[in-house]
């Protein structure tokens, strides 16, 4: 049985994570700003939903005192929670406050929760695990038709995060990799997404299963293969 954070549980990628989980038998802490929304556990599993709003840093710390009256380790802390920015802001259309706000939740969020139970995934048996999902749309060298002037930088500074962590993670046993998950038919991904949740959830815990050192650092997508930065 792991011991699993995840953030923005009550829907998405992240209820269907903690479905998964619960049904395999893990412990799963379910961070959601809508606890009441966390599905149940669907098998052998526990879920303890807990409030959770990723850009107050009081909520982060709340949340990573209740885990800790719980457990004395979390194996892997998935930062899932997201928002878009909207349709594709262009130039013109992009508006600061909501560049800050993208910015907060998708960039600091992964950064608060990851520094909150950093003592928790240091006590981790077999090394702590920190599992980002970032989108291929924070790629640098992918970025062929501009817009999403949010979105985008949010992810490629949430790569960097990553990339701080699995250093300062590195003597400690903590990995930490950004994950694009696919385009997904969800809220955020919409009706016309080729792939269902069912199919990348499935395909990212195969990876985040076996996250170790050598993809420490790293940028994967759902079929493992390496993306440029
Ligand atoms: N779907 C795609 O095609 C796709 C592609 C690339 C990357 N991603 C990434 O995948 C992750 C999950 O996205 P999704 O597709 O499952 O989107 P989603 O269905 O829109 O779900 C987003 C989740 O994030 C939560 N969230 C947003 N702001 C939060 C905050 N301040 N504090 C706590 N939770 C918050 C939402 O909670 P509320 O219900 O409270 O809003 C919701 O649970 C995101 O990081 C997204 O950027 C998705």
Redesign the pocket.
């Known amino acids: 049985m792991a011991v699993w954070v995840v953030?923005?549980?009550?829907?998405?990628?992240?209820a269907r994570f903690v479905d998964v989980l619960s049904a395999r038998g893990d412990l799963v802490f379910a961070?959601?700003?809508?606890p009441a929304h966390v599905p149940a556990s669907g098998g052998s599993g526990v879920v303890h939903p807990l409030p959770?709003?990723?850009?107050d840093d009081r909520s982060v710390l709340a949340f990573a005192e209740a885990i800790a009256q719980t457990t004395q380790h979390v194996d892997v802390l998935l930062n899932?929670?997201?928002?878009?920015d909207g349709r594709w802001s262009s130039l013109s259309d992009v508006d600061p406050e909501t560049m800050l706000d993208v910015f907060d939740?998708?960039t600091v969020?992964p950064l608060r929760t990851s520094r909150a139970l950093w003592g928790l995934l240091l006590n981790a048996p077999e090394g702590g695990r920190i599992a980002h999902?970032?989108?291929?749309?924070g790629s640098i060298e992918d970025c062929a038709s501009g817009r999403s002037y949010a979105y985008r930088p949010s992810?490629t500074a949430l790569n960097m995060v990553s990339k701080i962590l699995a250093v300062e993670g590195q003597p400690h046993g903590i990995t930490s990799t950004a994950y694009?998950?696919?385009?997904?038919k969800?809220?955020?991904?919409g009706e016309h997404?080729p792939l269902t949740i069912e199919e990348s959830v499935g395909d990212l815990l195969r990876l985040i299963d076996r996250q170790n050192p050598s993809v420490s650092g790293g940028f994967l997508e759902h079929t493992g293969r390496t993306l440029p930065w």
């Open positions: 953030t923005g549980a009550n829907r998405g990628l992240g961070g959601a700003r809508d959770l709003d990723v850009r899932n929670a997201g928002v878009a939740v998708n969020g999902i970032s989108s291929l749309m992810k694009h998950p696919g385009w997904v969800t809220d955020m991904g997404a």
